[in-house]
Structures are given as structure tokens and as C-alpha cells.
């Protein structure tokens, strides 16, 4: 059976069921964040509460390897459940769609399938430069003499919610009926609309529900576009073509057919290449190259040094060489997953791992995998590195608001027992950057130090109340509501009897 036809056996319930319990978060959160208990029990007791509101996303800002932020959107759980259950009622008509596309499997690189990472419905984790894409490169390339490549500019923020209806029922008749509250189309478009105070412009970034609806579209548009050799990588084409003028044409039609849906081709990234070109980017190659023959073992001591080292030197001539690309998170990640059995190699790893992120901060999960891994190798020596180290990281990257080094900061020194230098002065600046996410993580931090500050996370909430920013902080007003729901701060809060039901039954989106 092929991947293609794998999709066809996808059942509206397994659908529903990997949406609600695996897709709520992305998976740069799963760590530390999960929906499990919540898709388990929203699926049992099927509230009604609040049909006809709409609701707000808490933002994280997770930093890309420019050090640009890129914001991720966490749905509430209320409209999250409402599009998923829209999505099981239209699944037939969705994968329809989406199964009409020939060879979807040969085009599209990252799909809705039963067997992804994770348990989720779509995962980016599942997506590799396999042996398998490889061939697909080498077929579609035959006989081509040119490589177009060209993606869509600012795809989820720009993605129109009428455009679903477009898609599954085409423009006209979609427009025609556009005010008929009745029509099926129409309420998957109001369930899209009502996670992002009822706009019609733009999908989160993030939940798995935003990946499968952008893939309903962008079919649409392959569906027009069956004639070219290309792969697509979500919203990024890469087309072979037997000359000049098929690459021109390719560029116009898939501009075309996108304008159709509201998109635009990110023009600073379009791009004509004359084949032959190597498979593998160069850095990708010689990383791969050094790493095949000498990290080898399972284990590294002491004596290993020079050669990750070595490794970590590569990398960092490589990301000068391509700035664009991310040379050093390749190399952190391969790092993170070895065992390293000896105080002198393990601190050196951790150290420099500390002075590439002081300047690349995106990957600073990574250093979870790190530790993990090398956990019963974790001596008093150690912890105090780590300890260091993480702070360091912490006190340069707050003046940035960057999230995700405040939120795995403070979640590695819960994990690892370790302290948090000027914990009050530093949690003070998050909350009144209205960061929510490691407030959240403020507050159990401070919890599993027993300081006596908790309470000011609890007055918190006024604060949110007041400013009428509780949709945007539902997760953190949640969980503190779970931890002392009798708090006067709770009694007028919004969705308290939502919030009480998941309470009783044990729900927490923590890990």
C-alpha cells in the first residue's frame, strides 16, 4: 500500500483523535506541553459551552537562525475542539480533496498520514532527506535542464479562512452560499475564523489543524499544477524543467493559481538554477562526511575532545559560509543524542554548546536532549556547568523577549534542580513582558523551590482580567486554577465552568 493510498484509510475518528491529542501544541513545546488528557477527555464528555464565541491564541516567540522571532500560536481549547470536531463532520469531503491530487505522496513532502512521528496526524519531525526523496529527485530530474525554486510569502498568516470553502466546493459556489449559516463549508470557515477573534485572515502557526487546512489549499493549487515535475516542502516549490521558458512558465502559473487563494510568491526568493546541481546542500555533505567517519561510537570520553571539537569548529566556518542555513543546530542535534561518560568531555560539550547558543539561541531545546541522554552522567561538577551556563544564556536573552530561551531556561532548572540567579527580578521582567508561557514555568519553578512568592502570580491574574488579555493566557490562568482554584482572583474569570469540568477530571497540558 502506498502513502497515497494509506490516506484513504484515514478514519475521521483516528483523525480526530491524533487532532485532539497530539495536535494542540507544536512540536518544538512537546517537551514540555501536551493535549493528551484534554483529547481524551473532550472527546468523552463533549461540552457545549461557549458554541458561539470566538477566541484568542497565547503567543510564544520561538527564534529561527537568524534570530528572528517566528510566533507560534497555542489555541484555546474550547475553538480548538470546535475546528476539530468541524474537521471529523467534513473529513470525507477534506480527503477527497486532498486524495484527488495524483502521485500527492511523490509531490508533497510533509502530509496527513497514519504513521507519522509522535502519533500526530502531521509532523515535521517525520520529514528527512531519506533515501527515498532522493530517487524522487533523480526521476524528476530527468531530462530537466533547469531548477526552479519558489515559496509563498508569509503562507499561514496570509491564508484566507473563505479560502477553505473555495477549495472543497469551489469559488462559485462557495460565494454564492457565503451567508447560509447552515451550509457545512461555512461552519468548518466559522470554527477556522472563531481561534483568531473571528478573522478571516491567517491560520496559527503551530497546531496540526493550521498544517492539514494549509494542505487542503495547496493541493488545490497542485491540482493545477500536475503537468511539472516539482516537490513541494509545505509551501516551498522546487521544480524541474527542460528549459528556460518551462521554468518561466512554471512561475507564472504557480503564481497564478496561488493568487486564486489570496497567496503571493515571495519574490526575493524566487530562483532559477541551470542543472546539474548537487542533492545535498555542501555544509550538509561535509557534516555528514566528518560525522560518518569519526563519531562512530555510542559512548565519548575524555580523550574524544579534539574530535567534537573538530566537529563543533566545522560547523561553526560552515554557518559563515551559509548564513541561510543551520550548520550548527545539524551538529547540536547530532551532539545531543551521543553519550558523553566522563565529567572533562560532558562539560566540555555543555560548554560549548552554552557559547554557540549565547549567539544562535534557536536551539536551545536541544540542550534537553543533551542532558537526557547523559543524565546518570550528571555529577555535582556538572550540574554546576549547567547551572552557569543556562544562566548566562538567560540574563543575555531576556533584553531579546525571547521565549523560548526564558521557557527552557526555567523548564531545565525545575528538571535539574538547579537555581535561577535574581529568580524574582527575572520573573518580574517576564511577566511584565507579558510572556506567558514561562510565567507559567515562573510559577512551578518557584513552587518546586518553595519560595513564598508564589501568591504574586496568582494577583497576576487581575492584571490579565483588567487589561482583558485572558484568552491570551488561558494555559496560564488554567493551571493556577488547577493549583488553587479557591483563590479570589478566579471568581470572575471567563470559562470557569469549562475550566471546572477539566479540573475535576484530572486535565493538565502539562507534561
Not at 19 to 42: A, C, H, N, R
Amino acid at each position: 500500500m502506498t502513502i497515497t493510498d494509506s490516506l484513504k484509510y484515514l478514519k475521521k475518528e483516528q483523525v480526530n483523535r491524533k487532532l485532539l491529542e497530539y495536535g494542540l501544541f507544536s512540536e518544538k513545546l512537546t517537551p514540555i506541553f501536551q493535549s493528551q488528557d484534554f483529547g481524551k477527555w473532550v472527546k468523552k464528555v463533549k461540552p457545549k459551552l461557549y458554541s458561539d464565541r470566538s477566541f484568542s491564541t497565547v503567543s510564544y516567540r520561538l527564534t529561527r537562525n537568524n534570530n528572528a522571532p517566528r510566533i507560534i500560536d497555542i489555541p484555546h481549547p474550547i475553538s480548538y475542539h470546535r475546528l476539530c470536531e468541524h474537521i471529523r463532520l467534513s473529513w470525507k469531503e477534506i480527503i477527497s480533496k486532498i486524495g484527488e491530487i495524483d502521485d500527492y505522496a511523490e509531490t508533497s513532502m510533509v502530509i496527513p498520514k497514519p504513521n507519522n512521528l509522535n502519533h500526530r496526524l502531521v509532523s515535521m519531525k517525520s520529514y528527512d532527506k531519506k533515501d527515498d526523496e532522493k530517487f524522487l529527485i533523480l526521476d524528476k530530474s530527468f531530462g530537466k535542464k533547469y531548477l526552479v525554486q519558489i515559496d509563498i510569502a508569509n503562507c499561514y498568516p496570509s491564508i484566507y479562512s473563505h479560502s477553505v470553502p473555495w477549495a472543497l466546493v469551489g469559488h462559485q459556489e462557495a460565494k454564492d452560499n457565503m451567508n447560509d449559516k447552515t451550509k457545512w463549508y461555512n461552519q468548518l470557515d466559522f470554527a477556522i475564523r472563531s481561534m483568531q477573534r473571528n478573522e478571516t485572515i491567517g491560520l496559527p502557526i503551530g497546531p496540526d489543524t493550521s498544517s492539514l487546512l494549509s494542505e487542503l489549499i495547496l493541493t488545490r493549487v497542485d491540482k493545477e499544477l500536475e503537468n511539472y515535475d516539482y516537490l513541494r516542502f509545505i509551501d516551498d516549490y522546487r521544480c524541474y524543467c527542460k528549459s528556460q521558458e518551462e521554468a518561466d512558465e512554471f512561475i507564472r502559473k504557480a503564481s497564478r493559481e496561488l493568487e486564486k487563494y489570496h497567496l503571493r510568491l515571495n519574490t526575493k526568493k524566487t530562483k532559477i538554477t541551470e542543472l546539474p546541481i548537487p542533492i545535498d546542500e555542501d555544509w550538509v555533505r561535509q557534516l555528514r562526511q566528518y560525522s560518518s567517519k569519526f563519531l562512530r561510537k555510542s559512548k565519548y570520553k575524555e580523550k574524544d575532545i579534539n574530535i567534537i571539537s573538530e566537529f563543533i569548529d566545522l560547523s561553526i566556518k560552515l554557518t559563515k559560509e551559509f548564513p541561510g542555513d543551520s550548520p550548527i543546530r545539524y551538529v547540536v542535534k547530532i551532539l545531543s543524542g551521543k553519550e558523553f561518560g566522563d565529567d572533562k568531555i560532558l562539560g566540555f560539550v555543555v560548554m560549548s554548546f552554552s557559547r554557540l547558543c549565547f549567539i544562535y539561541p534557536y536551539f536551545i531545546d536541544l540542550f534537553d536532549n543533551l542532558l537526557s541522554r547523559n543524565e546518570k552522567h550528571i555529577s555535582k561538577d556538572i550540574l554546576e556547568i549547567i547551572e552557569t551556563e543556562i544562566n548566562s544564556l538567560t540574563k543575555e536573552h531576556i533584553k531579546y523577549s525571547r521565549s523560548d530561551v526564558a521557557l527552557w531556561g526555567l523548564h531545565l532548572a525545575t528538571k535539574y534542580k538547579f537555581q535561577i540567579d535574581d529568580f524574582e527580578t527575572y520573573s518580574d521582567k517576564l511577566l511584565s513582558d507579558r510572556d506567558a508561557l514561562p510565567s507559567l514555568l515562573c510559577y512551578f519553578y518557584a513552587k518546586s523551590n518553595k519560595l513564598k512568592t508564589t501568591k504574586k502570580y496568582f494577583e497576576f491574574i487581575e492584571t490579565i482580567n483588567k487589561e482583558k488579555l485572558e484568552d491570551e493566557w488561558w494555559i496560564y490562568i488554567y493551571e493556577l486554577y488547577c493549583e488553587k482554584n479557591e483563590r479570589p482572583e478566579f471568581k470572575t474569570i471567563q470559562y470557569k465552568d469549562f475550566y471546572e469540568l477539566m479540573r475535576k477530571a484530572n486535565v493538565t497540558f502539562r507534561q
